[in-house]
């Protein structure tokens, strides 16, 4: 949507193909990633998360894939559809977990549109 | 259920006005978080409280910005005196486990253009 970065990275896929959104996190203590969805005009909603001692987790046509070594997050969608058009964003928690702080820190998003 | 509740959707106002955006979060959820999305900077977080006790602003931009929370059931953002760089989609996220770990649930947002 029109609230999200002009240069955002843009990926096309057809309707039914699988989808790959790269994202590349900056901490290597972060131990918290998530990933979300926003569509046009409304708020960011989640869509799936991982910890840091997993590799790997699937939800419902997803799944996110975690390299710690390279510091890289990707989230996979399987048959992707039109209702899957909208703007991707990662996050990582760059807080202290321990101290119970928060800092969310969201990257700047992936714009997926799907080609029916 | 309800989600979270943004007020206003939109908001046009003049350099040096006052303004004031109004969230209500979702009952039962001990944390608000408030977030600023922009072109340039992408979505970043303001402030957050816990419990109606504002544990981090350091993300307030400047003394022009200020957030309470008087109640679990709601909490405001203003900004005072206004200024065009100030124009953004204000966010409200509420959440009811340690955010550490849990889901934020974001309102629809309040789109902000001073003129």
């Known amino acids: 949507g029109e609230s999200v970065g002009l240069h955002l990275p843009t990926l096309s896929v057809q309707e039914g193909d699988n989808s790959i959104i790269n994202c590349a996190y900056s901490n290597s203590a972060s131990d918290y990633f998530i990933w979300y969805k926003q569509e046009s005009g409304k708020g960011p909603q989640f869509i799936i998360d991982?910890?840091?001692?997993?590799d790997k987790r699937q939800g419902q046509r997803v799944t996110v894939l975690l390299n710690k070594t390279v510091k890289h997050l990707s989230l996979q969608i399987a048959a992707t559809q039109p209702g899957d058009s909208a703007v991707y964003f990662c996050a990582e928690n760059t807080g202290q977990s321990g101290a119970g702080s928060y800092q969310l820190t969201f990257g700047k998003g992936t714009k997926l549109s799907v080609i029916p | 259920d309800a989600g979270v509740i943004q007020s206003p959707r939109h908001e046009v106002t003049e350099m040096g006005q006052e303004v004031t955006l109004r969230c209500k979060p979702i009952?039962?959820?001990?944390?608000l978080f408030w977030y600023r999305q922009t072109m340039m900077r992408g979505l970043e977080l303001l402030i957050y409280?816990?419990?109606?006790?504002?544990?981090?602003d350091s993300g307030m931009p400047e003394d022009r910005f200020s957030a309470k929370m008087p109640n679990a059931s709601f909490s405001t953002l203003k900004i005072q005196p206004s200024e065009p760089r100030d124009s953004a989609v204000y966010f409200c996220?509420?959440?009811?486990?340690?955010?550490?770990?849990?889901?934020?649930?974001f309102g629809e947002g309040s789109r902000l253009t001073v003129l």
């Open positions: 996220a509420s959440s009811d486990t340690n955010p550490n770990t849990g889901e934020l649930f």
């Open positions: 409280f816990n419990n109606n006790v504002p544990i981090d």
């Open positions: 009952s039962g959820h001990d944390y």
């Open positions: 991982i910890r840091s001692n997993m």
